[in-house]
Protein backbone atom coordinates (compact mmCIF):
# COMPACT_ATOMS: atom_id res chain seq x y z
CA UNK A 1 0.00 0.00 0.00
CA UNK A 2 1.55 3.41 -0.80
CA UNK A 3 0.90 6.47 0.80
CA UNK A 4 0.60 9.91 -0.67
CA UNK A 5 2.83 12.65 0.76
CA UNK A 6 1.84 16.28 0.23
CA UNK A 7 4.34 19.27 0.63
CA UNK A 8 3.52 20.37 3.52
CA UNK A 9 5.11 24.08 3.28
CA UNK A 10 2.28 24.76 0.60
CA UNK A 11 -0.44 23.05 2.68
CA UNK A 12 0.29 25.17 5.42
CA UNK A 13 0.55 28.33 3.30
CA UNK A 14 -3.23 27.26 1.84
CA UNK A 15 -4.43 26.39 5.67
CA UNK A 16 -3.23 29.80 6.80
CA UNK A 17 -4.76 31.65 3.61
CA UNK A 18 -8.39 29.96 4.76
CA UNK A 19 -7.31 30.91 8.67
CA UNK A 20 -7.39 34.80 7.13
CA UNK A 21 -11.25 34.51 6.15
CA UNK A 22 -12.08 33.49 9.99
CA UNK A 23 -12.74 36.83 12.03
CA UNK A 24 -14.25 36.84 15.28
CA UNK A 25 -17.33 38.36 15.31
CA UNK A 26 -17.16 41.03 17.38
CA UNK A 27 -14.05 42.25 15.73
CA UNK A 28 -13.43 42.96 12.19
CA UNK A 29 -10.29 41.63 11.32
CA UNK A 30 -9.62 37.57 10.30
CA UNK A 31 -8.38 35.62 13.77
CA UNK A 32 -4.48 35.16 11.75
CA UNK A 33 -3.62 38.53 11.71
CA UNK A 34 -5.61 38.72 15.30
CA UNK A 35 -2.74 36.68 16.67
CA UNK A 36 -5.26 33.93 17.73
CA UNK A 37 -3.61 31.17 15.78
CA UNK A 38 -0.49 30.03 17.88
CA UNK A 39 0.36 26.99 15.65
CA UNK A 40 -0.32 25.66 12.10
CA UNK A 41 1.19 22.48 11.47
CA UNK A 42 0.36 19.91 8.71
CA UNK A 43 1.83 16.41 8.39
CA UNK A 44 2.81 14.56 4.97
CA UNK A 45 -0.24 12.66 5.38
CA UNK A 46 -2.38 15.57 5.02
CA UNK A 47 -3.18 16.14 8.70
CA UNK A 48 -3.52 19.19 10.00
CA UNK A 49 -3.51 21.00 13.55
CA UNK A 50 -4.44 24.34 14.68
CA UNK A 51 -3.20 25.39 18.42
CA UNK A 52 -5.59 28.49 18.56
CA UNK A 53 -6.73 30.89 21.99
CA UNK A 54 -9.43 33.44 21.97
CA UNK A 55 -9.60 37.17 23.18
CA UNK A 56 -10.80 35.84 26.23
CA UNK A 57 -12.38 32.38 27.78
CA UNK A 58 -15.76 34.53 27.75
CA UNK A 59 -15.58 34.99 24.36
CA UNK A 60 -19.31 34.51 22.95
CA UNK A 61 -17.93 32.66 19.88
CA UNK A 62 -16.20 30.06 22.05
CA UNK A 63 -17.80 26.87 20.94
CA UNK A 64 -18.32 28.71 17.32
CA UNK A 65 -15.20 30.16 16.36
CA UNK A 66 -13.14 26.76 16.79
CA UNK A 67 -15.80 24.77 14.84
CA UNK A 68 -15.10 27.43 11.77
CA UNK A 69 -11.59 26.77 11.82
CA UNK A 70 -12.14 23.17 11.75
CA UNK A 71 -14.80 22.84 8.97
CA UNK A 72 -12.23 25.73 7.31
CA UNK A 73 -9.05 23.86 7.38
CA UNK A 74 -10.81 20.53 6.49
CA UNK A 75 -12.01 22.26 3.15
CA UNK A 76 -8.24 23.34 2.12
CA UNK A 77 -7.64 21.00 -0.94
CA UNK A 78 -5.14 18.54 0.26
CA UNK A 79 -5.76 18.20 4.30
CA UNK A 80 -7.32 14.39 5.16
CA UNK A 81 -8.07 15.67 8.79
CA UNK A 82 -8.33 18.91 11.00
CA UNK A 83 -7.91 18.89 14.73
CA UNK A 84 -8.36 22.47 16.20
CA UNK A 85 -6.89 22.80 19.58
CA UNK A 86 -7.92 26.10 21.57
CA UNK A 87 -5.23 26.74 24.34
CA UNK A 88 -4.74 29.78 26.85
CA UNK A 89 -1.04 29.37 27.33
CA UNK A 90 0.12 32.31 26.57
CA UNK A 91 -3.09 34.40 26.94
CA UNK A 92 -4.14 36.39 24.29
CA UNK A 93 -3.07 40.22 24.43
CA UNK A 94 -3.13 42.71 21.64
CA UNK A 95 0.55 42.93 21.29
CA UNK A 96 0.04 39.05 19.71
CA UNK A 97 -1.85 41.44 16.78
CA UNK A 98 -0.16 41.76 13.59
CA UNK A 99 0.80 45.48 12.08
CA UNK A 100 -1.94 45.46 9.72
CA UNK A 101 -4.88 44.53 12.64
CA UNK A 102 -3.48 47.10 14.74
CA UNK A 103 -3.72 49.78 12.11
CA UNK A 104 -6.72 48.61 10.55
CA UNK A 105 -8.21 48.73 14.64
CA UNK A 106 -6.52 52.04 15.22
CA UNK A 107 -4.07 51.06 17.94
CA UNK A 108 -1.13 52.35 15.43
Known amino acids: ME ?11 QVIEALRTCYDPEIPVNIYELGLIYEVKVE ?3 SALV ?27 GVTDA ?8 PWDQSMMSESAKLQLGFL
Open 44 to 46: PSG
Open 83 to 90: KVDVVWDP
Open 51 to 77: RMTLTSPNCPAAQELPAEVEDKVRGVS
Open 3 to 13: TTSVNTNDLEL
